[in-house]
């Protein structure tokens, strides 16, 4: 596999730099940090801080999600690895303007123990935090193991939320719960055609037959939950639907927002003919699309496949989903008065 | 005999750290089968980053606790991911149990596995059986204790604690994975062996060498 | 290749189908052609209509580029194919507000004759036309036959600054002008690692060595103008530049716009190395970097590759390239006055 | 004998669509090699719609000059890209050539292989030796009209119209391309058949067959 690199070693800091440098608008480094960026225009006192991050290899996430609105502080691991609590705490700090700071990320073991230990050093500091774990790839446990499943490309949804929960200066209380709604109501499932492939190694991860997809890809280049035979566009979004339908508890007339998420090297055409699929199978069941993405979200280096998500909204998450943000990858205006 | 004892935990930090350049790809390449395949750059990150923190401590005036807490924050500032948080606490663990101690004798290596294994365990909550690197890190530590117990010599006792070590490595192929990544694959794991178990009968071997 | 697809004689269908539902906020088809379709919210009387165009496997182009304060309609073909004269034409009709149209689209022979004859099918309407061919790609014709160069991703500029002239009330003449001064001004190289392949083959249109890549590549998967050995990201973008350089008459203290663009597969990580060294570049010359973008901007299908485009700013241009705009991958706000 | 000029030539566009679905691939990988690779998909795209709007003419009624018309419009509206506008424009001007005709002897042939290859040199304006569809259409016009001022008979006239076709197409191989997606690539397009040169080839030899 052939890629735009220099030294794959150092491939990180080689991103940070030139990201650094392409978002400077928008974000900036902690201290000397560059594992950790804090919005330009975020923090503020009173506000709650949201602090976001995971490992690299899945731009535009997370680093395109902070700005004002959305998240305040960034922290930024190794290629599919947590950030260690360092960075993190320096997030937090960044991010706490005196109301507590909320930590969303994905339910990875990784990211759970690094966090944790993060957040035991910014409340010795005295900054209260809470955290909501990532939890939409339904396929990855049962119903009955919710609290087991893992975050992948339905964060946008919850960072959203989360977002503008804090911008709009809800307390952390609120602030948390919102956010943990959205979380539940939101429902993803992806499917890999073929693995990525690690800078240094350049070797696909993993095989996949030349007539086999993978069921319920996570973003890391893990395998997903079943090898299945390839299918055709609409059959997959098809058996993607139905396990979405079969949990989420949505009436004929109920709201929903779609991101249909390229993980890496799908192009905008093939994600174009699966949303196609997903508005006839909602049309059909009187579902109302509320809003909708389709592109590059959150990626896995360059897996080819793609992943669809569904957020149930209510009146409140309608709201915050519409509210103003201004970040690299994500400008919502305040819709104008006619 | 402070002076030797720090410089044996470093030896054994750069023997580690060989251990897992040696079996970098290999280590990826597991972990590739039922992770997201980054464990050998994962490790190897780590152990460069102990390297570089070591090299930057005096051993002539370090306690072997003090050698062993520097590992600990080097490898934890360097890599994040599962590995960073489990062994940075499990050095950490060992570095208390070393505390005071300037001797590396058998009740003191010992000691060491078993806080080693023992900050690993609470960090992780994972048990026996998970499929993990604590597959590794519990039996030897057990065979630690026992061998002190029956006061084996020390080539018998590293021979006992490595063979425990890649028993329970090899051990890993035949379980299903109840934590981590490889969890979320269930069944599919079956017949694969665990990178994080892999790399730590490596590293067991490296301290084997080493003390 | 593995692709999500249905029968690939109806992609184009069905990938409109999802386009046309996905961004219904900012466009609808004219009347019921589905390859013409026109900004809810972007002719009006008195402005200068702005046409674009081309063939599809280029998303988010040219159809993400629709919308207030950019172009007012797009036409659209078959994959990598011009559309025929008679959608171009019903978009110059629905972006008339009588002050004339300018049609912006890549100068290839199939798009010239195809926009040239609904240029003549529009002017015996009485609506005035004139055209700007984009030029971009410097590598694909030698600087004395710079009109036989053809349009790249570099477009992205001259769309920009062609909308923006409209939407602030230019003239026809000036619009075509400043338009024409942007395409002079726009400088772009592209590279691939892997050719793309078409939905109806899902073979690579043509191979490239394992060590091999393909200089000068344009965005239909058509060969580039030389195969070199792969070199470092590092040395690929010094070629690059080196080559835009020799064009453009940048001074010390002059001020650009950088387009870092994925041709398809090349995930974001890669594009982020790439503007690093851009941006190294330009700042030993003292050029500073006024705006810039990073990501999927102009494709061709899922090839592995990436091109940069360099827009040599004057101050007119900076002031057209900041005029606010909404479309569906490009939103940019008046700045907020502090 | 109206009925059967329309007739005739409709079949004709029959056999044209089926000679171009039989080397559709073979087209785009020639396309492939030194432009987009699309022309197979673009030719069968548009003959396919020159038969849905031929079935939609009521051909007992029809001239054989709105025969034409039909398919030139049907073709344009289907396909855009090079090839729409320039046998659009070639069979458009064929049209006005059959106006007023009702008889496809071989005079109308030459007429209407002149205006063809007219039809695609004016909106082109390509060249012979420019590597293109017009390296085929313009020696096949010519050797029509030698064959009938030289009093030829019917199936020497096609032999020598499809020679010339099938030669020109051959030495496109030979020639480095100056119009088109394949004149960026220079000197690279040696060696290498020009796609829409094959296609038109197909095309004579397609004409041939049912006239
Ligand atoms: N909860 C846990 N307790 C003990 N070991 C664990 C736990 N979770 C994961 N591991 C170990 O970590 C290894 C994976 O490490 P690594 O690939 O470096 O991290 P990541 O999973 O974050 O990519 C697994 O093979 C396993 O041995
Ligand atoms: N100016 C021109 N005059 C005549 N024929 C041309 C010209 N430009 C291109 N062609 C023909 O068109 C063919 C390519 O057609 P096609 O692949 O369908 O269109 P596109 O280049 O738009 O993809 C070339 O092989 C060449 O024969
Ligand atoms: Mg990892
Ligand atoms: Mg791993
Ligand atoms: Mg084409
Ligand atoms: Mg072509």
């Given at each position: 596999?052939?890629?735009?690199?220099?030294?794959?070693?150092d491939?990180?800091e080689?991103?940070?730099?030139g990201?650094?440098a392409a978002?400077?608008?928008y974000l900036?480094p902690?201290?000397?940090?560059?594992?950790?960026?804090?919005?330009r225009n975020?923090?503020?006192p009173?506000?709650?801080?949201?602090?976001?991050?995971?490992?690299?290899?899945?731009?535009?996430c997370?680093?395109?999600?902070?700005?004002?609105g959305?998240a305040?502080a960034v922290?930024?691991?190794?290629?599919f690895?947590?950030p260690?609590?360092?960075?993190i705490a320096?997030?937090a700090?960044?991010a706490?303007?005196?109301?507590?700071v909320?930590?969303?990320?994905?339910?990875?073991a990784?990211d759970v123990m690094?966090?944790?230990?993060?957040?035991e050093?910014?409340e010795e500091k005295?900054?209260?935090?809470?955290t909501?774990l990532?939890?939409?790839?339904i396929v990855s446990?049962?119903?009955?193991?919710?609290?087991?499943?893992r975050?992948?490309?339905?964060n946008f949804f919850?960072?959203?939320?989360?977002?503008a929960?804090c911008d709009?200066?809800?307390?952390?209380?609120?602030?948390?719960a919102?956010?943990?709604?959205?979380n539940?109501?939101?429902?993803?499932?992806?499917v890999?055609l073929?693995s990525?492939?690690?800078?240094q190694?350049?070797r696909?991860?993993?095989?996949?037959?030349p007539?086999?997809?993978?069921l319920?890809?996570?973003?890391?280049?893990?395998?997903?939950?079943?090898r299945?035979?390839i299918?055709?566009a609409?059959?997959?979004?098809d058996?993607?639907?139905?396990?979405?339908?079969?949990e989420?508890?949505?009436?004929?007339?109920?709201?929903?927002a779609v991101?249909v998420?390229?993980?890496?090297a799908?192009?905008?055409?093939?994600l174009?003919?699966l949303?196609?699929?997903?508005?006839q199978?909602?049309a059909?069941?009187?579902?109302a699309?509320?809003a909708?993405?389709?592109g590059?979200?959150?990626?896995?280096l360059?897996?080819?496949g793609?992943?669809?998500s569904?957020?149930?909204?209510?009146?409140?998450?309608?709201?915050?989903?519409?509210?103003p943000?201004?970040t690299?990858?994500?400008?919502?205006?305040t819709?104008?008065?006619? | 005999?402070s002076?030797?004892?720090?410089?044996?935990l470093a030896?054994m930090?750069?023997?580690?750290a060989e251990a897992i350049?040696?079996?970098?790809?290999?280590?990826s390449?597991?972990d590739?089968?039922i992770?997201?395949?980054?464990?050998g750059?994962?490790?190897?990150?780590?152990?460069?980053?102990?390297?570089a923190?070591?090299?930057?401590?005096d051993?002539?005036?370090?306690?072997?606790?003090e050698?062993?807490?520097?590992?600990?924050?080097?490898?934890?500032d360097?890599?994040?991911a599962?590995?960073?948080?489990?062994y940075?606490?499990?050095?950490r663990?060992?570095a208390?149990?070393l505390?005071?101690?300037?001797n590396?004798?058998?009740p003191a290596c010992?000691?060491m596995l078993a806080?080693?294994?023992?900050?690993?365990?609470?960090?992780?909550?994972?048990?026996?059986?998970?499929?993990?690197m604590?597959?590794?890190?519990?039996p030897?530590?057990?065979?630690?204790?026992?061998?002190v117990?029956?006061?084996?010599?020390?080539?018998?006792?590293?021979?006992?604690v490595?063979s425990?070590?890649?028993?329970?490595a090899?051990?890993?192929?035949?379980?299903?994975?109840?934590?981590?990544r490889a969890?979320?694959?269930?069944?599919?794991?079956?017949?694969?062996?665990d990178?994080?178990?892999?790399?730590a009968?490596?590293l067991?071997?490296?301290?084997?060498e080493?003390?």
């Amino acid at each position: 596999v052939k890629k735009f690199l220099n030294n794959p070693n150092d491939v990180v800091e080689e991103m940070l730099d030139g990201l650094i440098a392409a978002h400077k608008p928008y974000l900036q480094p902690i201290g000397n940090s560059r594992r950790a960026l804090v919005a330009r225009n975020g923090p503020r006192p009173g506000k709650v801080g949201l602090v976001i991050g995971g490992g690299t290899g899945h731009e535009p996430c997370f680093v395109g999600y902070v700005g004002k609105g959305l998240a305040d502080a960034v922290a930024i691991g190794n290629i599919f690895s947590s950030p260690p609590p360092d960075p993190i705490a320096k997030c937090a700090v960044a991010a706490s303007g005196g109301a507590g700071v909320l930590f969303v990320y994905g339910n990875y073991a990784g990211d759970v123990m690094n966090f944790e230990m993060a957040a035991e050093i910014a409340e010795e500091k005295g900054i209260p935090i809470r955290t909501v774990l990532t939890t939409d790839d339904i396929v990855s446990s049962p119903v009955e193991d919710k609290e087991g499943r893992r975050g992948v490309a339905g964060n946008f949804f919850v960072f959203k939320v989360a977002g503008a929960a804090c911008d709009r200066g809800m307390t952390l209380d609120e602030c948390e719960a919102v956010t943990r709604k959205a979380n539940d109501r939101t429902y993803t499932v992806g499917v890999a055609l073929e693995s990525c492939s690690m800078p240094q190694t350049r070797r696909h991860n993993f095989e996949i037959g030349p007539d086999d997809m993978e069921l319920g890809m996570g973003i890391h280049g893990e395998p997903g939950v079943s090898r299945e035979r390839i299918r055709t566009a609409d059959e997959i979004v098809d058996t993607i639907m139905d396990n979405i339908f079969k949990e989420m508890k949505a009436e004929p007339g109920d709201r929903v927002a779609v991101l249909v998420n390229s993980f890496g090297a799908t192009p905008q055409m093939e994600l174009y003919i699966l949303f196609r699929r997903v508005e006839q199978r909602l049309a059909a069941k009187n579902i109302a699309i509320e809003a909708n993405w389709v592109g590059h979200y959150c990626t896995s280096l360059d897996m080819v496949g793609a992943s669809i998500s569904i957020l149930h909204l209510d009146r409140q998450l309608t709201e915050l989903l519409h509210h103003p943000c201004q970040t690299a990858v994500l400008t919502i205006n305040t819709p104008e008065t006619p | 005999m402070s002076e030797s004892a720090a410089r044996a935990l470093a030896k054994m930090f750069e023997r580690m750290a060989e251990a897992i350049e040696a079996e970098k790809d290999h280590l990826s390449e597991l972990d590739g089968a039922i992770g997201d395949g980054d464990h050998g750059i994962t490790m190897s990150i780590g152990f460069k980053a102990v390297s570089a923190a070591l090299s930057a401590l005096d051993l002539d005036a370090a306690s072997p606790s003090e050698v062993m807490s520097t590992a600990a924050t080097g490898f934890l500032d360097a890599v994040g991911a599962s590995t960073g948080p489990l062994y940075a606490t499990g050095f950490r663990r060992a570095a208390q149990t070393l505390a005071g101690r300037e001797n590396l004798d058998l009740p003191a290596c010992r000691d060491m596995l078993a806080a080693l294994s023992e900050g690993i365990r609470e960090r992780g909550k994972a048990q026996r059986g998970d499929k993990t690197m604590l597959d590794v890190w519990l039996p030897a530590a057990q065979a630690a204790a026992t061998a002190v117990a029956e006061g084996r010599s020390k080539p018998d006792f590293w021979a006992a604690v490595t063979s425990a070590a890649d028993n329970g490595a090899a051990a890993t192929a035949t379980m299903v994975a109840a934590k981590g990544r490889a969890a979320r694959v269930r069944e599919r794991s079956l017949g694969h062996l665990d990178p994080g178990a892999t790399s730590a009968a490596a590293l067991v071997r490296a301290m084997a060498e080493a003390l």
